[in-house]
T-cell receptor, first 116, second 112 residues
Framework: EAGVTQFPSHSVIEKGQTVTLRCDPISGHDNLYWYRRVMGKEIKFLLHFVKESKQDESGMPNNRFLAERTGGTYSTLKVQPAELEDSGVYFC??????????????FGPGTRLLVL | QKEVEQDPGPLSVPEGAIVSLNCTYSNSAFQYFMWYRQYSRKGPELLMY????GNKEDGRFTAQVDKSSKYISLFIRDSQPSDSATYLCAMIRHSGFQKLVFGTGTRLLVSP
């Protein structure tokens, strides 16, 4: 079974440009999460999809970030316009219905974003 | 103040040593506690999952939760060079689908 995949693995852009990150969850996983790790800080939650609906977007830093999950499969996270402080590693995780009341989130390898 | 505090390390130990990794947290609402392992250029991978206070053992790994002190630990026995990674504690308030709250992670280096 393929794991969570993310594309691109790295992205270097200039301030003011737009970047779109993509996440393909494990097949059949309805829950999809985006997290971000800024250098030197902890991994922080951005938002949570259940199928195509946003369940919790309390971690989105501002309206320059737009996440979508059309059709409830893959998800994209667009940053427009990018700022220097957006640099970091963006992780995607997915999970399915817990069989014993316990959710396991499976993480992708992350996209490393550098804004110059 | 961060919700979860974790010493970033690095923690360097010789092969075969017992490793102790720890996190403290401030929110007493946390009930489920996890340890993730992250190798370089990879995503975090779930290692241990515990509920409330007590110990849980899985092979060379033991997770310990002390809710009264708001303190969790991960012990690694007979550490191996392949255990060299960053270990992240994470926690959630209740079961079900929700965001993980992470510590910063402790980088562990096990030398042969």
């Amino acid at each position: 079974e393929a794991g969570v995949t993310q594309f691109p693995s790295h992205s270097v852009i200039e301030k003011g440009q737009t970047v779109t990150l993509r996440c393909d969850p494990i097949s059949g996983h309805d829950n999809l999460y985006w997290y971000r790790r800024v250098m030197g800080k902890e991994i922080k939650f951005l938002l949570h999809f259940v199928k195509e609906s946003k369940q919790d977007e309390s971690g989105m830093p501002n309206n320059r970030f737009l996440a979508e999950r059309t059709g409830g499969t893959y998800s994209t996270l667009k940053v427009q316009p990018a700022e220097l402080e957006d640099s970091g590693v963006y992780f995607c995780a997915s999970s399915n219905t817990p069989g014993q009341g316990r959710e396991t989130q499976y993480f992708g390898p992350g996209t490393r974003l550098l804004v110059l | 103040q961060k919700e979860v505090e974790q010493d970033p390390g690095p923690l360097s130990v010789p092969e075969g040593a017992i490793v102790s990794l720890n996190c403290t947290y401030s929110n007493s609402a946390f009930q489920y506690f996890m340890w993730y392992r992250q190798y370089s250029r990879k995503g975090p991978e779930l290692l241990m999952y515990t509920y409330s206070s007590g110990n849980k053992e899985d092979g060379r790994f033991t997770a310990q939760v002390d809710k009264s002190s708001k303190y969790i630990s991960l012990f690694i026995r007979d550490s191996q060079p392949s255990d060299s990674a960053t270990y992240l504690c994470a926690m959630i308030r209740h079961s079900g689908f929700q965001k993980l709250v992470f510590g910063t992670g402790t980088r562990l280096l096990v030398s042969p």
